[in-house]
Nanobody
Framework: QVQLVESGGGLVQPGGSLRLSCAAS????????MNWYRQAPGKERELLAT????????NYSDSVKGRFTISRDNAKNTVYLQMNSLKPEDTAVYYC?????????WGQGTQVTVSS
């Protein structure tokens, strides 16, 4: 079964940290770059970070650069997003997904809420 399962979200205070995980199954995970996205209420989905197949190159949006780190473990078919110095504007549902050319449905996402 081809699927993506995100986890690790929750409620955190401003300045706090969370580590998100995305477990992939049903496809050759190590052959694909992976992306993290988020979607806040009333806003379009935003691409946050990309990691290439072997993890030796990563890119970040300006909104998270220097605070978030994407990583992957191909042996576990899992991609991670370490989020530090969280801000209220980081509140959103977070998703992982391969590039758009790879046909796969979005996962259910994981909710991150940053609030005091």
């Amino acid at each position: 079964q081809v699927q993506l399962v995100e986890s690790g979200g929750g409620l955190v205070q401003p300045g706090g940290s969370l580590r998100l995980s995305c477990a992939a199954s049903g496809f050759t995970f190590s052959s694909l770059a992976m992306n993290w996205y988020r979607q806040a209420p009333g806003k379009e989905r935003e691409l946050l970070a990309t990691i290439v197949r072997y993890g030796n190159s990563r890119n970040y949006s300006d909104s998270v650069k220097g605070r978030f780190t994407i990583s992957r473990d191909n042996a576990k078919n899992t991609v991670y997003l370490q989020m530090n110095s969280l801000k209220p504007e980081d509140t959103a549902v977070y998703y992982c997904k391969p590039p758009d050319w790879f046909s796969i449905s979005w996962g259910q996402g994981t909710q991150v809420t940053v609030s005091s």
